[in-house]
């Protein structure tokens, strides 16, 4: 992508580190499944996916189907799980382009195997069981039923089962370990029904870190492999490096007397004589407007205020207090120890995931 003056730096050995420190805590044997969704939670899918492969991951996991065919024509031939339901319109991109596909009921089953035998294939299915998410997924109690099924289809295989944590990144494990005794359940009902469940994955970041018990075949690493604290408000057992921070150049340093206003709306106002930075991103950038004054930012190594309404490509910052800003120098929004995206996360009443989810597609990210 072309250059500009606000970037995304993407560290790949964090990345790298990261999920080395964590595959250390898992059972010997459990496989990794990197979660890329969402263009690699903003830090660039293709990159972060080349990464994690090296980095010993032996899967990839996404959430729509576009994302599973970018990877592919980006010459990924690892197996690629897309993780949301596999709609029957989709079925036949899902089999063309050798992707495993996500199902809780049989209709979508047929719609696959229906599609494979069409290409003289066989589609790799994995049922996925609600145990308490309430999002997607068969009740427990349906899944040997289905299972059973699905692994009668001419044109399927049961590639695998499996389910998602509500809460494994609470303080509170209760809820999680009844996730847990339900998937269990449910994979024992599928063994009796003499059906081989594939692999077996139920652990996102959170219970990869803390429930080894629930590592089964594979877990799923997502936000944590970026670095991320799964939840901000504990601390975690393992060392977590952000991978992403987002910098900016300051464009512009201006002064202005006490009582003039800055930006639109005019909503602050300097009680005194003040110097004034523009930064060049905005909300299009997926910097919201909502940090408009919630947040202050480093620059020459000292906090400096956002102030006014963040705009569309551009904001401003009072750098009255740091000696000597000028036009050119180094601003960085979030993404370090001292200045954390969970940061950023609270002052717009959100979660980390998010914060790096917005990092807008017109900002380059540059892997070092
Ligand atoms: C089904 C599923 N598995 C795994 C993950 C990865 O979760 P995390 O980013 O918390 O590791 C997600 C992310 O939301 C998901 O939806």
Same mark, same amino acid.
């Given at each position: 992508m072309i250059e500009r003056p606000t970037w995304a730096t993407v560290d790949t050995a964090a990345i790298r580190g990261n999920i080395?420190?964590?595959?250390?805590?898992?059972?010997?044997?459990?496989?990794?499944?990197?979660?890329?969704k969402a263009d690699g939670y903003g830090h660039g899918a293709v990159a972060v996916s080349r990464v994690a492969l090296e980095a010993g991951a032996s899967m990839l996991a996404v959430a729509i189907v576009n994302?599973?065919?970018?990877?592919? *024509?980006?010459?990924?031939?690892?197996?690629?799980?897309?993780m949301g339901p596999a709609e029957a319109c989709d079925a036949a991109r899902i089999v063309d382009y050798g992707l495993d596909a996500t199902v809780y009921d049989l209709a979508a089953a047929q719609a696959l195997s229906d599609a494979a035998v069409y290409a003289q294939g066989k589609a790799a299915i994995h049922l996925k069981i609600d145990t308490g998410m309430r999002r997607v997924g068969c009740e427990p109690s349906d899944a040997a039923g289905l299972a059973t099924a699905i692994a009668a289809l001419p044109g399927a295989r049961l590639a695998g089962v499996f389910s998602h944590f509500a809460t494994a990144d609470a303080e509170d494990l209760g809820f999680a370990r009844v996730q847990l005794a339900r998937?269990?359940?449910a994979l024992d009902a599928i063994s009796a029904a003499g059906i081989d469940p594939g692999i077996r994955h139920l652990a996102n970041s959170a219970a990869a870190i803390r429930l080894p018990e629930a590592g089964f075949d594979m877990v799923r690493l997502g936000i944590a492999m970026y670095g991320l604290k799964p939840s901000a408000d504990r601390e975690w057992e393992v060392e977590l490096k952000p991978a992403l921070s987002l910098r900016t150049r300051v464009s512009m340093?201006?002064?202005?007397?006490?009582?003039?206003? *800055?930006?639109?709306?005019?909503?602050?106002?300097?009680?005194?004589?003040?110097?004034?930075?523009?930064?060049?991103?905005?909300?299009?950038?997926?910097?919201?407007?909502a940090l408009s004054g919630r947040v202050s930012l480093l620059v020459r190594g000292k906090r400096a205020p956002l102030v006014?309404?963040?705009?569309?490509?551009?904001?401003?910052?009072? *750098?009255?207090d740091v000696p000597g800003v000028l036009a050119?120098?180094? *601003?960085l929004l979030y993404g370090t120890a001292e200045l954390p995206a969970d940061e950023i996360a609270a002052a717009l009443g959100t979660i980390n995931y998010e914060v790096a989810c917005l990092v807008g597609r017109r900002v380059p990210r540059v892997y070092v």
């Open positions: 080395q420190r964590i595959a250390a805590r898992l059972s010997p044997g459990v496989r990794i499944c990197a979660v890329v994302e599973a065919v970018e990877l592919r *024509v980006a010459g990924f031939t690892c197996p690629i799980l897309v998937y269990r359940a340093v201006k002064d202005i007397a006490a009582g003039e206003s *800055v930006g639109y709306g005019r909503r602050f106002t300097a009680a005194r004589k003040s110097r004034i930075a523009t930064l060049p991103l905005g909300y299009a950038d997926g910097w919201p407007r006014g309404s963040v705009c569309m490509d551009q904001c401003m910052l009072d *750098v009255t050119g120098d180094e *601003v």
